[in-house]
């Protein structure tokens, strides 16, 4: 592209490179004055970075297109957002302490966080704008060497956004770890986002899997996920065990997108862990229990609460009969008086 100097290989990826000719080579075909442009950035992302051309297939994104005029051979250079975007990647990629030149997560990196002006054109390609960001920053922590994934872990937390690691976040026990894995299953199997599990991220999905892998080991010992299988099928369901079906396919046909929810999913972890040290554990050590409670506890409207009220259960009356099983049984946590402020129940 034009100013070959300004973007030798010292300066940029050789994949970085590719992306900016691909992208001004395609605004002289389209007929756009200044090339490269916004929309040829995505194109050439699109066609040359894997990662973000898969994150699009999965989300069903096509290549973004534009209106084509007569093809023009002379352009007057990169647009305006073009050169803020480049500095912009060209600042997080010293933020983050990269080594070597300028690369195509640095780019993503600066359209994601600062697109300015062409937020409703990125929407208007159809993307989640929040889901990007999460799937980035797990993306690029996850192969980015240790240093420099600690460069990006504060450069994510910056702008508040929270990368798919639960699983590394939290100390957790074997029953939630088995609960994750089928809801991450079962849901994919039955979403209709393009079999993506990301989409299983949501209280009302987490207590789904929660319930039915509670029930599956309950051969084991009482635990809180079986009494939340119980709670849905003899006190909701008036003894149905269809029940689980109908609130698998109530959840699927209620999701707005792969990311509806993510939130309270993590507001529902934050809080167990939470609830976990207020009872005394100092490790903060999540089991059923806590995670059960925080669900039942979660600021209104949650989307496990709003499930509840879809089968006719009451909040309050499942967290009486929550509280009565947390004094009967034998699981103690170091300050178990506490259950009955956790719970609010008078």
């Keep these: 592209m034009q100013q070959a100097?300004?973007?030798?290989?010292?300066?940029y990826s050789s994949q970085l490179?590719?992306?900016?000719?691909?992208a001004e080579e395609w605004g002289k075909a389209a007929g756009e004055d200044r090339s490269p442009s916004f929309t040829g950035l995505g194109?050439?992302?699109?066609?040359?970075?894997?990662?973000?051309?898969?994150?699009?297939?999965?989300?069903?994104?096509?290549?973004?297109?534009?209106?084509?005029?007569?093809?023009?051979e002379q352009i007057t250079g990169p647009t305006q957002s073009v050169r803020r975007i480049l500095e912009t990647a060209e600042r997080f990629h010293e933020q983050v302490a990269s080594d070597g030149p300028l690369d195509c997560h640095h780019?993503?990196?600066?359209?994601?966080?600062d697109p300015r002006d062409h937020l409703p054109q990125l929407k208007a390609w159809g993307f989640n704008i929040d889901i990007w960001r999460e799937r980035f920053f797990t993306h690029v922590q996850s192969i980015a060497p240790k240093e420099?994934?600690?460069?990006?872990?504060?450069?994510a937390s910056s702008y508040e956004i929270r990368p798919r690691n639960v699983g590394k976040r939290y100390r957790k026990t074997d029953l939630i770890d088995g609960a994750i894995k089928l809801g991450e299953k079962?849901?994919?199997?039955?979403?209709?986002?393009?079999?993506d599990s990301d989409c299983f991220l949501r209280?009302?999905?987490?207590?789904?899997?929660?319930?039915?892998?509670?029930y599956q080991v309950a051969s084991q010992g009482a635990n809180s996920g079986a009494f939340l299988y119980h709670e849905f099928v003899h006190r909701a369901g008036n003894d149905d065990p269809a029940i689980m079906q109908r609130l698998r396919t109530w959840w699927a046909e209620r999701e707005i997108s792969p990311t509806a929810g993510t939130a309270d999913y993590y507001a529902a972890f934050d809080r167990a862990e939470a609830i976990s040290k207020e009872l005394g554990n100092e490790n903060g050590m999540i089991c059923g229990r806590h995670l059960l409670a925080s669900l039942l506890t979660l600021p209104p409207p949650s989307r496990f609460q709003r499930m509840l009220a879809e089968i006719k259960l009451k909040v309050a009356e499942v967290r009486r009969r929550f509280l009565q099983l947390m004094n009967d049984s034998g699981e103690v946590d170091p300050k178990k008086e506490a259950w009955e402020k956790i719970l609010a129940v008078a």
């Design 186 to 195: 079962s849901f994919s199997e039955i979403s209709p986002s393009k079999n």
């Design 17 to 22: 490179s590719e992306i900016l000719d691909l």
């Design 148 to 155: 420099e994934a600690r460069g990006w872990e504060k450069l």
């Design 43 to 72: 194109v050439g992302l699109y066609r040359k970075n894997e990662w973000f051309r898969t994150q699009c297939n999965m989300l069903a994104i096509n290549e973004p297109t534009v209106e084509k005029r007569p093809r023009r």
């Design 107 to 113: 780019l993503i990196a600066a359209i994601l966080l």
């Design 203 to 214: 209280s009302d999905g987490l207590a789904i899997a929660f319930a039915e892998f509670g």
């Design 5 to 11: 100097s300004e973007h030798s290989p010292t300066r």
